[in-house]
């Protein structure tokens, strides 16, 4: 696996925000719903996402800055053993000395180098063995789905892990696709305890809802008699159909806002649904024909495009 700083495109000194940040708009650009043709996409969202995994677990990141873990979060060999690094021991079988290895200059017994490795006491080389914490089990990845009005209502959503059990979820404030919820100790047992569980959200389009930030647009179609003599009609939003009151004389493209009908941001304020008319002319409607037959509008409505 790739170094997840790179994979992230950030430094190693990146902040949490930083990190969370370059995550998601990856996320965004390699998401399998906007790459169906592409199957390498699919496996850099999987490797991106493998990143955050790590470096978003504070532990997780420490570790793997110390060098004590690796990019898939499985230990390293200590004191560099099978990477020729400088730190490293270098044998010389020719000396005559079963086992002999020569560290800084001299020459110690297997037996000596891991009673200072394994043991209270002695040498104290890179805390190793007894020393070193059991570690945790793997974490559990999951997709879940969730359908716009929900994601939009913050309804509770119900997911069932590996084990059979089904756990019941609060989505966040902000949530869309791509934000992730850490389920402790929900993932592979270990001898240090369980992992967790990380689920990505999956936010599933709509019908005729568009989501602009927190906003929810929605083209509405209204008559012509609707439009010219204004009037209440039905419109639906992610909390159900309300009442809308259509200006008189409206014209296609015309916004009215349905306050507090959108997304629930990160703050907690909701957002609005932005309701955009579209008039709808019949194609074959006799009495229409007759009145325009009598009636002509004499404005130079296009004067302003120069024709």
């Known amino acids: 696996m790739a170094d997840p700083y790179s994979t992230l495109g950030v430094a190693r000194g990146a902040s949490e925000a930083e990190i969370k940040s370059a995550y998601r708009k990856l996320a965004k650009e390699l998401h399998p719903d906007r790459n169906k043709d592409n199957p390498r996409a699919a496996e850099k969202f999987s490797s991106?996402?493998?990143?955050?995994?790590?470096?978003?677990?504070?532990?997780?990141?420490?570790?793997?800055?110390?060098?004590?873990?690796?990019?898939?979060?499985?230990?390293?060999?200590?004191?560099?053993?099978?990477?020729?690094?400088?730190?490293?021991?270098?044998?010389?079988?020719?000396?005559?000395?079963?086992?002999?290895?020569?560290?800084?200059?001299?020459?110690?017994?297997?037996?000596?180098?891991?009673?200072?490795?394994?043991?209270?006491?002695?040498?104290?080389?890179g805390g190793f063995g007894r020393n070193a914490p059991p570690q945790k089990g793997a974490n559990a990845a999951y997709r879940l789905a969730v359908s716009f009005?929900?994601?939009?209502?913050?309804?509770?959503?119900?997911i069932t892990l590996q084990d059979g059990k089904t756990i019941d979820l609060k989505l966040p404030a902000g949530v869309e696709s791509g934000t992730q919820m850490r389920l402790s100790g929900k993932g592979q047992?270990?001898?240090?305890?369980?992992g967790d569980a990380i689920v990505t959200i999956d936010v599933k389009p709509h019908p005729f809802f568009k989501r602009d930030g927190d906003n929810?647009?929605?083209?509405?179609?209204?008559?012509?008699?609707?439009?010219?003599?204004?009037?209440?009609?039905?419109?639906?939003?992610v909390d159900g159909?309300?009442?809308?009151?259509?200006?008189?004389?409206?014209?296609?493209?015309?916004t009215l806002r349905l306050r507090g009908k959108g997304f629930t941001a990160k703050g907690g304020?909701?957002?609005?649904?932005?309701?955009?008319?579209?008039?709808?002319?019949?194609?074959?409607d006799a009495a229409l024909k007759v009145f325009i037959d009598g009636w002509q509008d004499s404005r130079a409505i296009r004067s302003h495009l120069g024709v």
Do not use: W
């Open 48 to 125: 991106v996402t493998n990143a955050y995994d790590l470096l978003s677990d504070k532990d997780k990141r420490a570790r793997f800055d110390r060098g004590e873990i690796d990019a898939d979060g499985n230990p390293t060999a200590p004191f560099g053993f099978g990477g020729g690094g400088g730190g490293g021991f270098r044998g010389h079988p020719g000396r005559g000395q079963a086992g002999g290895f020569e560290f800084n200059g001299g020459s110690a017994d297997f037996g000596d180098i891991f009673e200072g490795l394994f043991s209270g006491g002695g040498r104290r080389g």
């Open 241 to 254: 159909p309300v009442m809308l009151g259509v200006p008189a004389g409206s014209t296609s493209g015309k």
């Open 269 to 284: 304020q909701r957002g609005d649904q932005l309701v955009t008319l579209q008039i709808d002319v019949p194609a074959d």
């Open 189 to 194: 047992p270990g001898p240090g305890g369980a």
């Open 149 to 158: 009005v929900d994601a939009a209502t913050l309804a509770p959503q119900r």
């Open 216 to 237: 929810v647009l929605l083209d509405l179609p209204v008559t012509l008699d609707e439009a010219v003599k204004g009037g209440k009609v039905k419109v639906p939003t």
